[in-house]
């Protein structure tokens, strides 16, 4: 129950970065914890109790004993596309900085190059 | 209300107060270590949670990569908010 | 103004979410789906681990879509900042305990990365994680040292190498088997090292793939730095 109430939560914290804040590295800082938030939500859904971690170690396990494994190899692809995400949005504000000498959104009105 | 029940509470109240601390400061630098610190809380987590495949990937790729990505990108332009 | 309205939202938005949340009991059974995967995962595919054999063998087409995304990201940051004049870099050398150290721990960390991915199927791991410990191990050696180079196009020769044999081992279950990605090798006893079918083949190549983009992208953009 409780990993439900933290998950939303940092969910929130990172949504309320992404909406109010007025510095672009700090809207790319928020869009990474709602990314957090929406990994833990994932893994805390797939959780039976008393269960182990799904493999097959030792000759005497049987499937009941075991937590489920499809959110996990969903959340394996999602962590290495939220970093490639990261990437790329921060290579633009590199070269936005080189432009317009600027970080504040209000700022940056013009669209023309 | 066994020992593991209250070592995940306490692990959820450094989380959250992390985050906060991320979003509500001016130097961008302690706000990047803020992200970090959630990601390494967030690796034990998981482990708790009996998968240990995913606290491996969060632990190699949401430590040191992106950290070290935001850090290249602030001294690469401003380091205080305004 | 702002401010109000964004917390007045999200405040609507936890409320109701967690209102749903708290009808799903924690902790209960199993989906069926995970029931199946669990349950057949050594029969049929000869792999201890199960989120390996569902990552590779059962989901094996998302994994391909995966390694493409991850290339694009790459290649597009170097696109965005590229700079035809970019010389050397322009960071300092660190001190004499960091540089001595750096040069022993290196070797090993890669051995760890190595290890990491040869054996995917056996124990938790596998080749996002192998290749993200070596491009970590590379970026140790690139802080310590200002003249450390990489060779840009026995790397880029590595990547593209990587990429063509998962793509020529799908091509060859769809020719000796049924379908695309199909296991055509013998599964062998589960718990060795050689067993699996193509599970180990398809990670060795996922690994050497992700520690060579990972290392592009550090150096595209520690190249940047005047």
Do not use: C
């Not at chain 3, 007045?8 to 989906?31: C, H, M, Q, R, W």
């Not at chain 3, 050398?93 to 054996?119: C, D, E, Q, R, W």
């Not at chain 3, 192998?130 to 196009?153: D, P, Q």
């Amino acid at each position: 129950m409780i990993y439900y109430a933290t998950s939303i939560l940092l969910i929130l914290i990172g949504m309320y970065a992404v909406l109010v804040k007025k510095n672009l590295i700090k809207i790319v800082i928020g869009l990474s914890i709602v990314d957090n938030g929406i990994h833990l939500l994932l893994i805390a859904i797939g959780y039976v109790k008393d269960g182990t971690a799904p493999i097959f170690s030792k000759p005497g396990l049987t499937a009941n004993q075991m937590v489920d494994p499809v959110p996990q190899a969903l959340v394996l692809t999602a962590i290495v596309i939220g970093l490639a995400v990261t990437a790329v949005a921060l290579s633009l504000i590199i070269r936005l900085y080189d432009h317009h000498k600027t970080l504040n959104i209000n700022k940056i009105r013009k669209l023309k190059w | 209300m066994n020992w593991l029940m209250i070592v995940v509470v306490i692990l959820s109240i450094v989380l959250i107060i992390a985050a906060v601390f991320a979003v509500y400061q001016k130097d961008l630098l302690l706000a990047v270590i803020g992200t970090s610190a959630v990601s390494v809380v967030l690796s034990v987590l998981f482990y708790i949670l009996q998968a240990p495949d995913v606290a491996l990937t969060e632990a190699a790729i949401g430590v040191a990569l992106t950290t070290i990505i935001f850090v290249i990108t602030i001294k690469k332009t401003r380091r205080f908010e305004e | 103004m702002r401010k109000v309205i964004a917390i007045l939202l999200l405040f609507i938005i936890g409320y109701y979410s967690l209102d749903v949340l708290f009808k799903i009991p924690f902790g209960e059974n199993a989906t069926g789906v995970g029931k199946h995967y669990l349950e057949s995962t050594v029969k049929e595919t000869g792999a201890v681990n199960s989120v390996t054999a569902i990552v590779v063998s059962y989901r094996g087409f998302d994994t391909l879509g995966e390694v493409t995304v991850l290339f694009l990201a790459a290649t597009g940051l170097g696109a965005i900042l590229y700079d035809k004049k970019a010389k050397k870099r322009a960071l300092q050398n660190a001190s004499l305990i960091v540089k001595t150290s750096s040069k022993i721990i290196y070797p090993l960390i890669a051995l760890l990365g190595a290890y990491v991915f040869v054996h995917g199927h056996l124990t938790p791991g596998g080749g996002f994680q192998g290749g993200a410990i070596i491009a970590t191990g590379v970026l140790l050696m690139f802080i310590s040292y200002r003249s450390f180079e990489t060779n840009h196009k026995a790397l880029s020769i590595i990547e593209s190498l990587a990429g063509m044999t998962f793509v020529t081992i799908g091509f060859a279950g769809l020719i000796y088997g049924t379908s695309f990605l199909q296991n055509i090798l013998p599964l062998g006893i589960p718990g060795e090292l050689f067993s699996a079918g193509i599970i180990p083949l398809i990670y060795v190549a996922v690994g050497f793939k992700v520690g060579a983009e990972l290392t592009t992208l550090l150096d595209n953009l520690l190249k940047t730095i005047k």
